[in-house]
């Protein structure tokens, strides 16, 4: 299989469904054992991820992907090629990308002259996660899980992502009082109410705040619930609110100035994630985008709106960034990547894994080795 055929073979299993997921780690895991790759399976808190490693050496390089993708129709799940595009659903977020990972790793333990370093890649089934408690990658990393330098496949541009926003997922309890629906000015509309909160919020000064690779924060409302009948006025909704906040920024501060909107409404985390920051001038992201830049003349360090597994590296003191290959539409109804661009990104990490040796000679300057 070349970098599209194995995309599309990916992109064809709804891996929303845990069914689904199953069945990928199955191929993915059978597929590196046969390209000559070393391949553990674990089972954590009845999650499977996969860890196939090549090489041997003093450093250690983590390549990571995710299977799991956010819900789609069925029919993005039929992978289908449009001129320069690849579109389905998953395909740049981040199967393109995983399906090139894993033709690097394929090419590093089939090459003649084996990598000087150890390659390793992680692939788990739940970053797209969006619920309390721990995800595999956090669990690996609790449990040991360590490298010099990590490289996340997410969806970059062929950009090298060192900056990320915060995460702070919230629930709003909002209170309302109940009412005929004939005669609603008799009661207050919770559902109207948490609209007006998520409006309210849009506008508090942090929301307004901006930094150097950042234009603003984001505010989205991604769930609402509320009312049990049509001709009743609603007297209780939930709201789920997704914020990233900029790297400068903090979240307790965050927290206070919604919290400060009404005192009625019950503000609950469901998930907090730290921004990320790795300098631009740390040796491996140096070398990194010299890869990239023989493939893609635009390739920059740059801030990422969206956030990562990275953090969890980054929390234990490993440097971890963003990088993936070109497309666009992640999580909408035209997700795409560039066919192009997945030949790129292979080649690309297969001489990042190559050059590594010489740019980790220095002595890394404590000051720009990543972290919180």
Same mark, same amino acid.
């Given at each position: ?9 990916? =992109?064809? $299993? ?42 041997? #050496? ?19 799940? /039929? ?12 395909? $740049? ?23 000087? /370093?150890? @390659?390793?890649?992680? @692939? ?22 360590? #490298? ?12 090298? #992502? ?78 789920? =609110?997704?914020?990233? $906040? ?48 023989? $493939? ?53 990490? @297969? ?22």
């Amino acid at each position: 299989m070349d970098e599209v055929q194995l995309a599309e073979r990916l =992109i064809a $299993y709804d891996t929303s469904r845990r069914s689904g997921i199953g069945l990928a780690t199955d191929f993915v895991a059978g597929w590196l054992e046969a390209s000559g790759a070393e391949v553990r399976r674990l089972s954590l808190e009845g999650r499977q991820c996969l860890i196939a490693g090549v090489g041997a #050496g003093e450093r250690t390089i983590l390549l990571h992907g995710h299977l799991d993708v956010v819900p789609g129709h069925p029919r993005q799940f /039929v992978p289908r090629r449009a001129g320069p595009k690849l579109i389905g659903r998953g395909a $740049y977020d981040m199967k393109g990308a995983l399906g090139a990972m894993m033709l690097a790793v394929a090419d590093l333990a089939q090459s003649d002259s084996p990598p000087e /370093v150890r @390659v390793e890649l992680v @692939v788990v089934p739940d970053e797209e996660r969006a619920e309390p408690g721990a995800n595999c990658t956090e669990m690996l990393v609790a449990e040991g899980l360590r #490298g010099d330098f990590v490289v996340c496949g997410e969806p970059t541009e062929f950009q090298v #992502g060192v900056q990320a926003k915060g995460v702070l997922m919230l629930r709003a309890e909002v209170p309302g009082r109940a009412a005929h629906g004939s005669t609603p000015w008799l009661g207050e509309n919770a559902i109207l109410k948490a609209v007006r909160l998520y409006e309210t919020i849009e506008r508090l000064p942090f929301a307004r705040e901006s930094s150097e690779l950042f234009d603003r924060p984001s505010v989205n409302l991604g769930r609402l619930s509320g009312g049990d009948a049509i001709n009743k006025v609603p007297d209780a909704c939930r709201a789920d =609110i997704d914020i990233r $906040y900029l790297p400068e920024q903090r979240p307790q501060e965050i927290l206070d100035e919604i919290r400060g909107i009404d005192s009625d409404v019950a503000i609950e985390i469901l998930i907090e994630r730290p921004p990320a920051y790795v300098s631009p001038r740390h040796p491996m992201v140096e070398s990194l985008l010299d890869a990239a830049g023989r $493939y893609e003349p635009t390739a920059a360090a740059v801030g990422r709106d969206g956030a990562s597994d990275a953090v969890a590296f980054l929390a234990v003191g490993v440097p971890a960034v963003e990088f993936g290959p070109c497309g666009g539409g992640h999580h909408g109804p035209d997700e795409h990547v560039d066919l192009e661009s997945l030949g790129h990104y292979r080649r690309a990490l @297969v001489d990042f894994v190559r050059q590594v040796p010489a740019s980790v000679g220095r002595e890394a300057d404590p000051n720009i080795a990543g972290g919180q």
